[in-house]
């Protein structure tokens, strides 16, 4: 299934994009799409049903917003340095166990929702990400079919960084990590079943129409899977949480100088296979 949440800011109703592409309104059905839905088998089990059967009421689409198609994230889990080509791109070793870092749950916004440059920020730049959504308390996993089992769905993430931020300020990552808008996820959750080979995903990076990343989920160092298993090693993980996966090679960071880091007035879109498309204007904070 294809779940979603359509609307203004903070008034988001739940939704389903069925196999015509029409937008099926879960209203009636289901709250919210949040942690407490995905935990929830029978509730899926009924929106998987209805859906099928065509009864869910028809939403029109024009000029309606989608916002992040989770709400009440607990927290967002990101993975550094985690495709052996950006690794190489930014002359960095290839880590021998997953770079953890956190995203504030406040950073995300909408698929399709303006993206704030920080003030003073000279070297925002971009990354697309394989993000996955947890479905079951996970903690001290043990193998791969456990971690798998744990996984609700996936979607498109913007890991958007400010590199100067990040790197050249000093103490850790989260000054370049966790300014506003600074995650964009969506527009769809799309379910694990969908998704039987979350390594064999092509990701792509567009800035102003220039395609700037073009790779594959199977350059990930640590796959899916053990990155679930090793997190859950380190904190517990609960129903709605994200973990961002790694982003490939053509970060402007890697590029030769001067480097093109993003500036206000540009556009920047982005997919994943199966995941759906994300566009971005971005404008001064």
């Excluded at 929702?113 to 903690?139: C, F, N, Q, Y």
């Excluded at 791969?144 to 498109?156: H, P, R, T």
């Excluded at 000093?170 to 079943?193: I, M, R, S, Y």
């Amino acid at each position: 299934m294809k779940l979603l949440r359509v609307g203004p800011v903070g008034a988001e109703r739940p939704a389903l994009l069925d196999e015509a592409g029409l937008l099926r309104d879960l209203s009636d059905l289901v709250t919210d799409i949040d942690g407490a839905l995905l935990a929830d088998d029978a509730a899926l089990a009924a929106v998987r049903a209805a859906a099928t059967a065509g009864d869910l009421p028809v939403r029109d689409t024009a000029g309606l917003r989608i916002g992040p198609p989770v709400a009440r994230i607990g927290k967002v889990v990101c993975i550094g340095l985690n495709y052996h080509d950006h690794a190489r791109e930014t002359g960095a070793a290839t880590p021998e166990e997953p770079i953890i870092f956190m995203k504030a749950p406040d950073t995300v916004v909408g698929p399709d929702d303006t993206v704030l440059i920080p003030r003073g920020s000279v070297k925002t730049d971009w990354e697309v990400e394989l993000a996955v959504v947890i479905g079951r308390t996970a903690r001290y996993l043990e193998d791969d079919e456990q971690a798998l089992a744990a996984v609700a769905g996936y979607a498109v993430a913007h890991d958007v960084s400010e590199r100067a931020f990040q790197i050249e300020r000093g103490g850790q990552w989260d000054k370049g990590k966790n300014c506003e808008t600074f995650n964009p996820l969506g527009p769809w959750l799309v379910t694990a079943d969908e998704i039987p080979d979350p390594q064999a995903l092509g990701i792509r990076l567009w800035v102003n129409g220039e395609l700037k990343q073009d790779g594959t989920t199977a350059e990930q160092i640590f796959p899916v899977a053990e990155v679930v298993r090793y997190v859950s090693q380190f904190m517990t993980l609960y129903p709605g949480d994200v973990i961002n996966t790694g982003t490939p090679a053509g970060v402007a960071m890697g590029q030769p100088e001067p480097k093109p880091y993003l500036r206000a007035g540009d556009v920047v879109e982005l997919e994943i296979d199966g995941l759906g498309r994300q566009r971005q204007a971005l404008r001064l904070a």
